[in-house]
């Protein structure tokens, strides 16, 4: 049962504009979500992370929108650079739990920023 | 300084081997993980280990033995290889283990079973 889903597998944004990512999640004990970026041949890098208790969490050109109702958080990069080109993996806690072993991944989304 | 490695990057055997991933953390965190990446990207836990004790076995067959001989350390040995076993094996750490806590992931080993 795939309770964190990103269901596009791919996106193409062009240099300069804002890259949109989104991620789905099913299981409504998930409160805490993390944003990783992973490079060919490496492993994932935290880049951004949001509590429940917040709709919105900015780093720099990143930013964390996070919708309890729609179970709906999407990861907004602006401008895109070329350097973004990655694939982003959204994961989740359910912070009840008490430990991190039951972070819970998506399948990732390869973003392609263009010149 | 790379904060988690692992060694090999590639590993390419026959079924029925046996294979030892490596993995060393110098950020001083308590707990590690081995992660399995299988053709789908799928990314999961299969073991925790806090401070040298296992605390999570996600179901995973016991052909797969990890060993913590420190907190710093934990490696994953994996008996009479089979052709499902062929997939990319992450190892991380956090501080203490709790949620919330932000992971830190090694680059990566990449298992090919022939």
């Known amino acids: 049962d795939q309770q964190v889903k990103q269901n596009s597998p791919s996106l193409s944004v062009q240099e300069g504009r804002i890259s949109i990512l989104n991620c789905d999640y099913t299981?409504?004990?998930?409160?805490?979500f993390l944003w990783y970026k992973k490079y060919p041949a490496e492993g994932p890098t935290f880049l951004i992370s949001?509590?429940?208790?917040?709709d919105k969490n900015e780093d720099g050109r990143f930013t964390v929108f996070l919708n309890k109702s729609a179970k709906h958080l999407s990861l907004h990069i602006v401008p895109s650079q070329p350097g973004d080109s990655a694939v982003y993996f959204c994961?989740?806690?359910?912070?009840?739990?008490?430990?991190?072993?039951?972070?819970?991944f998506g399948t990732g989304t390869r973003l392609q920023v263009t010149l | 300084d790379t904060a988690v490695s692992q060694t090999p990057k590639y590993l390419v055997t026959q079924m029925g081997n046996d294979k030892s991933i490596k993995c060393e953390q110098n950020?001083?965190?308590?707990?590690m993980y081995w992660y399995k990446q299988d053709s789908k990207k799928f990314l999961k836990i299969m073991f925790s280990?806090?401070?040298?004790?296992?605390?999570i076995n996600e179901t995973v067959p016991n052909r797969f033995s990890p060993k913590s001989p420190d907190k710093a350390h934990l490696n994953l040995h994996i008996n009479s290889l089979e052709l499902g076993d062929s997939a990319v094996y992450f190892c991380?750490?956090?501080?203490?283990?709790?949620?919330?806590?932000?992971?830190?992931f090694g680059s990566g080993t990449q298992l090919s079973v022939l």
């Open positions: 299981n409504s004990m998930f409160d805490y």
């Open positions: 280990y806090n401070n040298k004790e296992l605390i």
């Open positions: 994961a989740a806690y359910a912070t009840f739990t008490g430990t991190a072993s039951k972070l819970t």
């Open positions: 991380a750490s956090s501080l203490q283990g709790r949620a919330n806590e932000k992971l830190f």
């Open positions: 950020l001083g965190h308590d707990t």
């Open positions: 949001i509590s429940s208790i917040k």
